[in-house]
């Protein structure tokens, strides 16, 4: 990954791709990835997501992970903010139930599996040539049965936008996450105000906000 490239798009203000959850949508999740008092979740490609706050008290614990240590550090001052000590270690934060690793996402580890991922941002942050390897990641930190939401861009296009977020055909997605995934739809939506002058440029005509619901199913390792 770009570590640069992310730090530099989070300077001026480009590297936020996350559209923010209702309280609707956030009851929706809630209910559908099975969050509870005793659940663990994992949110990637975090930035300063505002969701963090509020899905951390549905749970057990959530941990979050970004490269950008500016997103994170902003995040933590609206943790601050609500009276929340905030302990740092190496490229740990920690703040009641709340873990966030300042690393990249593809390196990362952890001593438990997951019962959700949360991904309001990731998968349309990764260049193409790497989405295999991110949901094969994703579902690697997930316990069988696990479940993961993600948000996807899909259009179909003549050619890849140059820069994230990255659009996808809806046929490509599912069979990305067909081997290892069980895949349904939740929310889709069209995309007018914030179409982007890069989409045009790939060709698309329109552009549909897609929220995926995906619930590991082995670990079997794609061809």
Known sequence: MNHEFWRTAWARGQASQSRGCTSLELEWLTDRLEINETSVGLFPFCGAAPEVAELSKRCAKIVCVD????AVEKMLRGIVACNAQVLRNGNLRRASNIEMFIEDFFTFSYEERFDWVFDDGGFISVDPSRRARYLDHVASLLRPGGRAFIRALHASYCRPPRVPPF????SEFRELVH???RARVGHEDMIN???RSEWTYAGAESVTRTSWLLERKSMAKRR
């Open 67 to 70: 490269v950008v240590e500016a």
């Open 167 to 170: 659009l996808i055909e809806k």
């Open 179 to 181: 081997e290892a995934w």
């Open 193 to 195: 105000r914030e179409f």
